[in-house]
């Protein structure tokens, strides 16, 4: 139940939405396209689905090629951002509908969405309208009515994207472990790498209509391939032309091998974490995030002189122009 | 005559209970008041009227009247006609609206525009309009003055925006993902259109439908040069009113007017309840 995408090519007028585009998705894991919007990642899943038409290149799924294939004989289970529930329909008969299409025998209908219904916690709402239930229960009855046909590949546009936070950290634990039971090939596009990480087993980093890099969540944390990836996967700071994390940052209050020198200027505290802004002696500002026993240790004040170093061993990436402000990228320091 | 039905995108199964006993506040009630004799002073009371003058003659004189070979033709003329186009325009209007909502092409914004006239033009001028058209002096050669095909065509011509313009917005407003939910999930065109779509927008078909019927029965001005009003051939109940209320007899016109009138209500009823079991059966 593998996915191949070769040299998968797709233009909407002048934009270029995918540029020769090659992954491989393996069999029953739970895989997170993962990017910026306007990446290409929706546009990718929407072509493995049969949504959109690549203008060039080829799908295969489960071995067959599915580059020509319309969506009804792809066997693919779509979930899509904002539900796409069958406004009229009980959600009971919204969970039937891919099974009443293919005639099956009304008592198998039956129960099949029973078992569906349990799998995704709606049992008592059956007999309710989509507009009846909350956001997090109807993605949860749009799960169910794309598991109901039996699919190859389950695919899921953002599913948790209309969905606050709470909800949203909820319905993540809760796809981990339905994809645990059901093992299907699951591929989810995502904006929010903290739901990537969490969450999926492979992570294909997609920007520019092109992919980044390919990779287990570790991989790609530890060991990203180029400043992208380094800067939307996590927090990072600068130091000289490095770009690092900001935990993987060592604060000496005196001069070691390879330190630089500056001092203090900002301490925050944010929760569990302490977060030190220093001015190196060249006048580049660094982030650093210490742990509050690790501060404590070190009795940092406001304007004391200290000295950085990267931790070893941490991943670390060569910035490409060194003209950006050195400081972390606030965006990403915000989403963490 | 519309007002039953005329709600269209309605939400499916909408039905509450009644809310009933809650104490009104007062301005809640004011506006109730004011509601109630306003509907009261334009509808129920002429309506009232109506039916108290066709009943002045008594039973008797009320089935004379309507039974009377040359009436009872007109209201069979009318009626059948008013359903025939209704159907018509179920059809046409649906599939007009269709391609002005999905379809991108040179001239749509004109088309807009033009689909209204049917309704903006007095009708009288319509009339004429196809009577210079289609009368015997047809620059097309087309000549149907004095036949039933007239009526059929003035009716045609006058009702044409009334489905368009109550199922284009619903149209409009559907979820396209609902589609493609439907078709990823093993959904045909067919299937998608007939068990997603249709069933969303009947409520506004039905709405538009006893609109186009409620315009047709009524209908005078735009046929009424064309047809030639032949007794027991081509003359319309309307038309047959007119005449009667000419021949001092308000009796006969008032009753012909119960019968549309009854006949109006049975269909926004019976469409009513084709809307609730299409939208159901999904």
Not at chain 2, 150 to 161: K, R, S, W
Not at chain 2, 169 to 192: F, I, K, M, N, W
Not at chain 2, 231 to 238: L, W
Request: proline residues 6%; aromatic residues 6%.
């Amino acid at each position: 139940m593998s996915i191949e995408i070769s040299h998968v090519g797709k233009r909407f007028g002048d934009f270029v939405a995918l540029d020769n585009v090659s992954v491989s998705i393996p069999s029953g894991r739970l895989t997170a396209l993962l990017g910026p919007s306007g990446g290409g990642k929706s546009t990718l899943l929407r072509i493995i689905a049969g949504l959109e038409h690549a203008d060039t290149g080829r799908i295969e799924i489960d071995g067959v090629d599915a580059t020509r294939l319309p969506p009804q004989k792809r066997n693919v289970g779509f979930v899509f951002q904002h539900y796409a529930a069958f406004k009229h329909l009980s959600v009971r008969r919204n969970v039937a509908f891919g099974l009443e299409i293919r005639k099956r025998p009304k008592d198998e209908i039956d129960r099949r969405v029973d078992e569906l219904l349990a799998l995704v916690h709606l049992q008592q709402f059956g007999e309710r309208l989509p507009a009846q239930l909350s956001g997090g229960q109807r993605q949860r009855m749009a799960l169910a009515r794309a598991l109901a046909v039996e699919p190859t590949v389950l695919l899921l546009d953002e599913p948790f994207g209309a969905l606050d936070a709470k909800v949203r950290k909820e319905l993540r634990d809760w796809l981990r472990r339905l994809h645990d039971e059901v093992h299907v090939t699951t591929v989810f596009v995502t904006h929010d790498q903290a739901e990537a990480l969490e969450v999926a087993d492979e992570i294909v980093v997609i920007n520019d209509g092109r992919v980044e890099q390919t990779g287990s969540p570790d991989d790609l944390y530890d060991r990203p391939a180029n400043e992208f990836v380094m800067r939307f996967l996590g927090p990072v700071t600068q130091l000289d032309d490095q770009l690092v994390r900001p935990h993987d940052l060592q604060i000496h209050t005196r001069p070691e091998p390879s330190t630089v020198a500056g001092r203090a200027t900002r301490i925050t505290r944010v929760g569990f974490e302490i977060r030190v802004e220093v001015t190196t002696i060249t006048g580049q500002v660094v982030t650093v995030t210490l742990t509050r026993n690790e501060f404590l240790a070190l009795g940092l004040r406001n304007d004391a002189a200290v000295h950085l170093r990267i931790a070893p061993n941490s991943p670390t990436t060569a910035v490409a122009t060194t003209d950006q402000p050195s400081s972390t990228s606030p965006s990403l320091a915000a989403s963490h | 005559m519309t007002s039953t039905t005329l709600v269209p995108g309605r939400p499916a199964g909408n039905r509450r209970p009644a809310r009933t006993g809650l104490p009104l506040t007062r301005a809640s009630g004011l506006g109730l008041g004011v509601a109630t004799l306003w509907f009261s002073l334009l509808v129920l009371i002429p309506l009232s009227a109506v039916a108290v003058t066709a009943s002045g003659g008594g039973w008797d004189g009320f089935w004379q009247a309507v039974t009377d070979a040359q009436t009872s033709a007109t209201i069979r003329l009318t009626v059948g006609t008013a359903l025939l186009v209704t159907l018509v325009n179920i059809v046409m209007g649906t599939l007009i609206a269709w391609v002005l909502v999905r379809d991108r092409f040179f001239g749509k914004r004109a088309l807009e525009v033009l689909i209204d006239v049917p309704f903006a033009l007095p009708t009288i001028v319509a009339g004429l309009v196809l009577l210079s058209l289609y009368g015997p002096n047809s620059p097309l050669g087309v000549n149907i003055a004095n036949t039933r095909i007239a009526v059929f065509l003035a009716f045609l011509f006058v009702t044409l925006p009334f489905v368009v313009r109550t199922v284009q917005p619903v149209l409009a407003e559907l979820d396209p993902q609902a589609e493609e939910a439907a078709a990823s999930l093993g959904a045909g065109r067919y299937t998608t259109f007939r068990r997603i779509i249709l069933p969303s927008v009947t409520p506004a078909i039905a709405a538009g439908a006893a609109l186009s019927f409620a315009r047709a029965v009524g209908e005078y001005g735009s046929l009424v040069l064309l047809s030639g009003n032949l007794p027991m051939r081509t003359e319309v109940a309307s038309v047959r009113i007119l005449s009667s209320i000419e021949n001092d007899n308000p009796d006969s016109a008032a009753a012909v007017a119960v019968v549309l009138l009854a006949i109006s209500l049975a269909v926004i009823v019976v469409l009513d309840v084709i809307q609730r079991r299409v939208m159901r059966r999904g």
